[in-house]
């Protein structure tokens, strides 16, 4: 197996990198609030108050803009200045997601890279640390979906291989 990933088909990129990034952001806030309710309302999440996290998946070309302000994580255009970042591929990223790998191992293996205010990316790492004690479960649509992205990225790279 390639230790690098295998970028996505232009085929299932290319409509994504249509879609500007704020709508991207928009529906990212919109997702991560409903699963850091109890957080945010623990102000758990207060350290983004008012700084701009982004998180880059290099491989579909996306990139989301976060912040929090009045109690909620909501999307920033791309005019703010960007505090710290987030950036790796869809395969690492759904990884974290379905709690398949920690962030420790995906950050040490440099398949998630942090840039920029490093207490805040600390403090968001920290954070993706506590989750599998602190989150619900993820509900199973979504935890479908992911599967299927993984299932779709481990058949690439074992074809890739050969």
Same mark, same amino acid.
């Given at each position: 197996m390639k230790a690098s990933s295998t970028p996505l088909t232009p085929l299932l990129t290319t409509p994504l990198r249509w879609i500007p990034n704020v709508i991207h952001s928009s529906a990212m806030s919109v997702v991560l609030n409903r699963f850091f309710s109890t957080l945010l309302a623990d102000g758990e999440l207060d350290f983004l108050e008012d700084k701009v996290l982004r998180i880059t998946v290099t491989d579909a070309g996306i990139e989301y803009r976060l912040s929090k302000s009045q109690g909620k994580l909501v999307a920033v255009d791309r005019q703010r200045a960007v505090d710290a970042s987030f950036v790796g591929d869809l395969h690492s990223f759904?990884?974290?997601?379905?709690?398949?790998? $920690?962030? $420790?191992?995906? !950050? !040490?293996? #440099?398949?998630? #890279?942090?840039?920029? $205010?490093t207490e805040i990316g600390l403090m968001v790492k920290n954070l993706l640390d506590s989750l599998e004690f602190s989150m619900p479960e993820i509900p199973q649509p979504l935890q479908a979906a992911g599967n299927r992205v993984l299932s779709f990225y481990e058949k690439r790279r074992t074809s890739d291989s050969v």
């Open positions: 759904t990884l974290l997601a379905l709690r398949r790998e $920690d962030p $420790d191992t995906l !950050f !040490f293996q #440099r398949r998630l #890279r942090m840039e920029g $205010d």
